[in-house]
């Protein structure tokens, strides 16, 4: 018999079809059962295999390029290219960079893996069952089908089961329902068509608590075909795939090996066919030589760095990141899904309206709060000097089971200690000026008729001060007026009429309809003890004294949220297990739908087609009463369609949806530990407003990293471009390999770290979220690369040909007929070839150096020009580029390290000269290239 239908049957079906009794199992029949079913254990269904998870790593486009320079650089130490060390200190450094990112990323997607073992820990280690007639504590994964369990306050249930005895019990459900309200168990079979785990009230479940009463269950699953189970199955079913950015890193990569390949290719060849060298090797160096300038070395380490550092600031708007690429998948995010309970609302139950003696009163004030009023046509209203609202306050402290506390942490808050509906009514009452401790001071509780599934209600019989006895029920209005006989209205007790009863009913179903929780209050003074408090004695010949409507509310700047959602182009999305009124009530008011707006529940989404499905998903958004099946299909559904997702949730059964998710996040007060391990990211606040501030610092970090990426590979290309030029023209290297490694890590790489902490370009949230799918090597940036490239190459080249005319004199090769540069120069200047080549690579070393710490300004803003941005707040790039240009007179200035580097001093005529063909770094208009132009001629 499928699991799902034990609710719908009888005890005695279930009894029978289990094969077994009210008396549990013997001993003898629960090993044999043990053997056929297995341990009550959650099995992992697919190892992770450390070592191959760790190799996989290094399988990265771009770190394959990183691992081909490490072999090019000790290739040409190996075979003597100029200052072999510069190609050992070469790999060194790239060697560094790659096992630093491989142990990275290894740490992180391993601790991705382990929610299976998250969902292992709550699991409960002991159970009670009935063996052989008898009680007995065994541990939990001996469990068998047809085991009878006995369940009190405070136990973890260790199997699903069908409930066969049930006193006041009540179970925690969250881990599976997400929704914090403990659920009433009861005996009586439920006919429901595709009920979710909170409407069957006539079972219990794996992972859930009991909060309240006693009951015992007949175990109908076990290990895996448990609820639990299945959750622990779509676990490990769930693939997290790559984000945005590491596809971007991972095109970046591919094209990048592409282009090196053809330059070498081509350089290679030019160097065959014209035969200017004397060996195959020397021709070979060459095209090493492009290739190790065409490596944007610092390019992963940087990326790993400022993701890293977003992961800290984010640490301040409460949201804790686990795997660094998700900071900035979430600047990319289409769609955010998420949970409503504590979320999207306050998760604290709040009275909002009371009706007593004919008056229907606002109360003001959210969630458990000590600010508040009442209001009565918008008056203010004393509802203490009212006697009839005041005993609705004083029967609403009496018939509780629950505390409140301070705050520790907020003086002008309360929390609460156990059942929230009953904390609701508290608050309400201290709201109104009326202290627990004083009432209590006046009544003595002498005994309780608990909250019973059948009867729906609940009666505390309590003793005044005088000695009088009273009983104070409470329970739902359908539920509670039929047993009244009299009304306290006008400050006297009359005969309730079916007239009163109606109008009463009438303001309760305005009150569901406005998706309030309703209770209704009565009492009946008592002339004497019942003999043992018969629920039946006790309960009739109520007064009724009013009804209180509650709800959980919404946070207050949830509404804010989703408009700055709407107006950056990300669509939020309401899931909830509560019911269709409820959600469709809270979602106007945030909102998030209009009053007519589509709203639809599992057994809806069940009743449709795969096509009609996924019609469904991309225009619905709220969806009510789901399992997790639904969470996972709308988020796969989703990201099908090339939506970059965010999934909210905190119970255990959201945890196959948030591993799915682009984005997962969790809960960081209310979250499941296993919810957590799948999640990328925790809000410490539980707040979607915080979603929606994370949204916008991944798309702040994205920018930033646009802005450094497109700063390392205009720097590279203009190297490229320069080594090709004159690799093709037959002339002498214009740059160092030594010189290269220092621009491409230490001039190029702080201020490229700074680009990634510099201030947002302004208006991130203003526009609409990058095209799922679209590269960050796009046209525009492909062009802005390739212009600033060549502009740095028109600058080089000129520093290069105008020192060698300078100091050298007539130009071999352009000027006249190519011989030979040692005799040609030395012979005509009386100065060393050497020298002369030194000196001219120096000064395009230091043109290059200049041309990029100028050029970094253009890149903070791909929207408007560099003069039209604001610079004071880029004090980290400032410091940057500071720093870059005292190493950089360093190497030219100071003997120990121009040694190192084979720089020379520059006179004032050299830095004229570079001083004058850099200055073009600062005109090359980006919001043009961009395509941006009319956007920033608008701002």
């Not at 009670?128 to 541990?139: A, E, F, P």
Request: proline share 5%; charged share 20%; hydrophobic share 45%.
């Amino acid at each position: 018999m499928a699991q799902n239908s034990w609710y719908d049957n009888d005890v005695e079906h279930v009894l029978k079809r289990l094969e077994t009794s009210v008396e549990g199992l013997s001993q003898e029949e629960a090993e044999t059962r043990l053997a056929q079913y297995g341990p009550n254990e959650l099995v992992e269904t697919g190892g992770i295999n450390p070592l191959k998870m760790f190799l996989q790593q290094f399988m990265d486009p771009m770190v394959m390029i990183l691992m081909i320079a490490i072999l090019i650089s000790l290739f040409t130490s190996l075979f003597g290219m100029e200052h072999e060390e510069s190609g050992i200190i070469d790999a060194l450094v790239i060697s560094a960079i790659v096992i630093f990112n491989a142990v990275f990323g290894f740490v992180q997607e391993y601790k991705s893996e382990q929610a299976l073992e998250a969902l292992k820990q709550m699991a409960a280690p002991k159970a009670r069952v009935k063996r052989d007639g008898l009680w007995t504590v065994i541990d939990s994964r001996e469990i068998v089908p047809g085991d009878l369990i006995g369940l009190e306050p405070g136990d973890l249930v260790a199997a699903d089961g069908r409930v066969i005895y049930a006193v006041g019990f009540s179970a925690d459900e969250a881990p599976l329902t997400g929704e914090s309200i403990s659920v009433r168990k009861m005996v009586n079979t439920i006919h429901l068509r595709s009920p979710v785990v909170g409407d069957m009230k006539n079972m219990v479940f794996q992972g859930t608590t009991i909060t309240a009463g006693k009951g015992n269950a007949i175990v109908t699953s076990t290990g895996m075909r448990t609820q639990f189970g299945k959750i622990a199955e779509l676990v490990q079913e769930s693939d997290k795939s790559m984000t945005p950015l590491q596809l971007d890193l991972e095109d970046l990569g591919k094209k990048l090996g592409l282009l090196i390949i053809a330059l070498c290719a081509i350089v290679l060849a030019a160097e065959i066919i014209k035969n200017v060298s004397d060996s195959l090797v020397e021709e070979l160096l060459a095209a090493i030589a492009l290739a190790v300038s065409a490596i944007p070395e610092g390019l992963p380490a940087v990326v790993t760095i400022t993701l890293a550092i977003g992961v800290q600031r984010m640490v301040s708007r409460n949201a804790i990141v686990r795997r660094l690429p998700s900071v900035e998948t979430l600047g990319s995010t289409t769609v955010i899904c998420s949970d409503k309970t504590g979320t999207i609302t306050k998760n604290e139950m709040t009275a909002t309206t009371i009706f007593a003696n004919g008056m229907t009163i606002s109360v003001s004030g959210v969630g458990y709060n000590r600010s508040g009023s009442f209001t009565r046509a918008s008056e203010p209203f004393d509802v203490l000097s009212d006697p009839h609202t005041k005993k609705l306050l004083e029967i609403g402290q009496l018939c509780s089971n629950s505390l409140l506390q301070d705050e520790p942490t907020r003086k002008s808050d309360w929390t609460i200690v156990g059942d929230p509906t009953e904390g609701a009514l508290l608050v309400l009452a201290e709201k109104a000026g009326l202290p627990y401790k004083d009432t209590m001071a006046k009544f003595s509780e002498i005994s309780e008729i608990s909250f019973d599934s059948a009867r729906k209600r609940m009666t505390s019989i309590n003793k005044e001060t005088n000695g009088q006895l009273i009983a104070c029920t409470k329970g739902a209005p359908e539920v509670l007026l039929p047993l009244c006989t009299s009304i306290y209205e006008n400050g006297e007790i009359i005969p309730i009429t079916q007239e009163m009863h109606d109008s009463i009913i009438g303001i309760s179903a305005g009150f569901a309809e406005n998706a309030l929780r309703v209770l209704a209050l009565a009492f009946r003074p008592l002339e004497s003890e019942i003999p043992e408090w018969e629920p039946e004695m006790v309960e009739r010949n109520l007064i009724f004294v009013g009804i209180v409507g509650m709800m959980d509310p919404p946070r207050a700047e949830v509404n804010d949220a989703i408009k700055l959602c709407k107006k950056a182009g990300i669509r939020p999305i309401m899931i909830t297990g509560d019911h269709k009124l409820t959600a469709r009530a809270i979602a106007v008011e945030v909102g998030l739908i209009e009053r007519n707006g589509e709203v639809l529940s599992g057994v809806d989404l069940d009743a449709l087609s795969p096509e009609e499905f996924t019609q469904t998903v991309m225009r619905c958004n709220v969806y009510a009463r789901v399992a997790p099946e639904h969470k996972l299909r709308i988020v796969t559904t989703l990201k099908a369609n090339n939506e970059i997702t965010a999934m909210t949730g905190d119970g255990v059964n959201d945890a196959p949806a948030i591993k799915a998710a682009n984005v997962g996040i969790s809960m960081g007060i209310r979250g499941a530990d296993v919810t957590k391990e799948a999640s990328d990211v925790i809000l410490t606040d539980d707040n979607f407003a915080t979603i929606v501030s994370a949204i916008e610092k991944g798309r702040e970090i994205y920018s930033n990293i646009r802005k450094f990426v497109r700063f390392l590979l205009a720097a590279n290309f203009d190297e490229v471009f320069l080594i090709f030029t004159v690799i093709m023209l037959g002339l002498p290297l214009p740059i160092t390999a030594i010189q290269i490694l220092w621009l491409n890590l230490a001039t190029d790489g702080f201020p490229a770290l700074a680009l990634g902490v510099d201030p947002p370009e302004p208006g991130v949230m203003n526009r609409p979220p990058r095209k799922p799918g679209a590269k960050m090597m796009d046209r525009g940036m492909g062009s802005f690369i390739a212009i600033a490239g060549f502009v740095a190459f028109l600058a080089s080249v000129t520093v290069f040909m105008t020192t060698l005319t300078i100091y050298g004199g007539w130009i071999p090769g352009i000027t006249g007929p190519v011989v030979d540069w040692h005799t040609d120069i030395s012979s005509m200047t009386g100065v060393s070839w050497e020298y002369i080549l030194t000196h001219a690579r120096s000064a395009v070393f230091v043109s290059v150096v200049t041309f990029e710490l100028l050029f970094v300004w253009n890149c903070r803003d791909e929207y408007h020009p560099v003069w039209r941005t604001e610079i004071r707040g880029s004090k980290v790039l400032m410091g940057a580029v500071a720093l870059s240009v005292i190493l950089t007179l360093f190497t030219i200035y100071f003997p120990p390290m121009a040694a190192v580097f084979q720089t020379v001093p520059l006179n004032s005529i050299d830095w004229v000269i570079v001083i004058l063909t850099s200055i073009p770094a600062l005109l090359i208009p980006p919001h043009i290239i961009f395509g941006h132009h009319k956007e920033a001629m608008s701002d």
